[in-house]
């Protein structure tokens, strides 16, 4: 499988153990109560070394909240990051070398909206 999907699952499998998520979607859900988290677009470039095939993948996990304080959509913002560093190393036929935070974003996506992201890059190497 490819390093990308084999990354995207990991962290979806992931971000699905985060408690207070109604759920975890890849891109905007047609229909889904807040608070959630979307896996946005992967970004992947090379990064193979003189032996080995490696990509470089770029990752960003929005949390979506409504309420009168972004404090719980920061609170699991945070619960994801912790979520994505601990994804295990070994990713059937990909070694997981590197997890990085970023950058994060809390924004206001409207009144009482709160939109809390997280970007990670994750290097990996063909086992």
Do not use: C, H
Request: proline share 4%.
């Amino acid at each position: 499988m490819s390093a990308e999907s084999v990354v995207q699952a990991a962290v979806l499998a992931a971000l699905r153990g985060v408690a207070g998520l109604n759920g975890v979607y890849l891109g905007p859900p047609v229909k889904a109560t807040v608070p959630f988290a979307e896996l946005g677009d992967l970004l992947s470039g090379d990064w193979s070394v003189k032996d080995r095939v490696g990509r470089e993948l770029r990752l960003i996990v929005t949390v979506r909240d409504a309420g009168d304080s972004p404090a719980r959509a920061q609170a699991l913002a945070g619960a994801v990051g912790a979520a994505i560093e601990a994804v295990p190393r070994d990713l059937g036929g990909w070694r997981v070398a590197s997890v990085v935070l970023v950058r994060s974003r809390l924004s206001a996506a409207a009144a009482g909206r709160w939109n809390a992201s997280v970007e990670y890059r994750v290097r990996v190497l063909a086992a």
